[in-house]
């Protein structure tokens, strides 16, 4: 592979990595802020509204620092990416567009009305601000995924006189069948996130004997909203966007599973190590024909192997795709395994003096990034060797005026203000997590919102 376009790659990757750990928060609190603010609409206790207000403060501080490490991405689509933007611009700078004018602007300014304008409001208007966030939040997120489900499965376009590809039906674009079940997907990701967060606080409250109401009420809606995030993340979510990508990826699928040799009834790898060299999984367990049947519904159907592709054609890392959704199927699992004893605990009473429980909540708390991380390495990495799918390959999309010095040097700037940027993260939401639920006017918040309004 050629140094620059790696850097490139590198570059983009690291950017993009650490950009989406604050929007995949704000996507799955913003779900259960509102859940919090009908709970203040339909019971006097002020409870609900402190908590609604306490996540509000952590969601400012995720969208802020969403927004700053969201805008060099769009740089990038320029500098690193040039070749891509003249061959794809005219394609996907529709739903780029339409997410920084509609629905960032949606999210934004509803999300000042919520911080600031709850004196000025009457309960349901500011009921209504949150719902407003809500929306222009996975409003946001639909556009994204639009238009990476166009580089997934290009629809909608013609190519041009000048070679570039032309946006020719809007509506196949937004309304691409790989973008509904890759958002369905990718949002119950992000939901998961935002309820072992939720609940991961409300563990650190009860488990260090503070703030015991306002922890119950986290560990309670966190515990509920992830069992049902879980649960859809698996199914229906996770089976139609893997039959979605058998049927038009079937190479992806074949690199996913390691499945170096097509066959009826192929088993399902549980655990194994892919070995390039010999065209094989060493010390595979393994379920047979599961993969089959999860595939196609038929325990004899026939899975396309590696073999039955041109090796040009193979994903170029075919190991660490493996393991990336190997990672994202496993912590998947073990997710619904701990909401599942969650919430039976709940029901039965006994979660909030269930300490060992308590300590498994709290230590998840890396896990769900992790998970949304492998996800989408699976997705990014199962779509080379193209940039956009069986149309323009990833070799002859980067800048090929910007050499790999200087894409290094720019990629180790970006490392240590992205450094800097996670500090200030992790003390702002630290400060807010000690300071509590009943801190309304903390300084912290107040930043937050004047941040996010300028």
């Not at 950017?15 to 779900?31: D, S």
């Not at 394609?91 to 000025?120: D, H, N, P």
């Not at 939720?198 to 004997?209: D, E």
């Not at 503070?210 to 966190?222: A, E, N, T």
Request: with cysteine; aromatic share 14%; hydrophobic share 50%.
């Amino acid at each position: 592979m050629d140094s620059a376009l790696l850097i490139h790659r590198l570059h983009f990757a690291f950017t993009v990595t650490f950009h989406y750990l604050f929007p995949q928060l704000t996507m799955g609190i913003a779900p259960l802020i509102v859940v919090l603010k009908t709970l203040a609409l339909r019971r006097p206790d002020p409870i609900y509204n402190n908590a609604a207000r306490f996540w509000a403060r952590i969601f400012g501080i995720n969208f802020v620092l969403g927004v700053v490490t969201g805008i060099p991405m769009e740089f990038q689509f320029g500098t690193n990416w040039s070749h891509f933007s003249s061959f794809a611009g005219g394609v996907i700078g529709q739903t780029l567009a339409m997410e920084g004018m509609f629905a960032f602007f949606l999210e934004s300014a509803f999300l000042g009305l919520f911080l600031y304008g709850e004196k000025r409001l009457s309960p349901k208007a500011h009921w209504w601000s949150a719902v407003a966030v809500f929306l222009g939040s996975w409003l946001s997120g639909y556009f994204i995924i639009a238009t990476d489900a166009w580089m997934q499965s290009p629809v909608g376009y013609s190519i041009g006189p000048n070679g570039s590809a032309q946006l020719s039906s809007f509506w196949q674009l937004v309304m691409n069948p790989w973008a509904w079940w890759q958002y369905a997907h990718n949002m119950s990701g992000a939901g998961i996130t935002g309820a072992f967060v939720m609940t991961s606080v409300g563990a650190f409250y009860l488990l260090g004997r503070k703030h015991l109401d306002y922890g119950k009420l986290f560990v309670k809606v966190g515990v509920i909203a992830g069992c049902v995030f879980c649960i859809l993340q698996l199914y229906p979510t996770g089976d139609g966007q893997g039959r979605m990508i058998a049927r038009q990826q079937p190479v992806t699928l074949a690199a996913m599973e390691a499945l170096f040799t097509g066959q009826p009834g192929a088993p399902l790898i549980i655990i194994g190590q892919p070995n390039m060299e010999e065209r094989k999984i060493d010390n595979p367990i393994q379920v047979p024909n599961l993969l089959s049947f999860l595939t196609y519904k038929r325990w004899e159907a026939e899975v396309k192997g590696l073999n039955q592709f041109p090796q040009d054609q193979w994903p170029q890392n075919i190991p660490l795709l493996y393991y990336s959704y190997h990672i994202m199927v496993g912590l998947g699992t073990i997710f619904i395994a701990i909401m599942v004893v969650s919430v039976f605990l709940l029901w039965r009473g006994k979660l909030f003096n269930a300490r060992w429980m308590l300590w498994v909540l709290l230590l998840s708390l890396p896990f769900p990034y992790i998970a949304n991380t492998a996800g989408w390495m699976t997705a990014e990495l199962g779509r080379q060797p193209w940039l956009v799918y069986g149309v323009m390959r990833t070799a002859d999309g980067y800048s090929k005026t910007v050499s790999a010095g200087n894409g290094m040097f720019t990629l180790l700037g970006f490392m240590g203000m992205y450094l800097v940027l996670g500090i200030l993260f992790l003390f702002l939401v630290r400060r807010e997590i000690e300071q509590g639920p009943e801190a309304v006017g903390s300084p912290a918040g107040h930043a937050v919102a004047e941040a996010v309004l300028t």
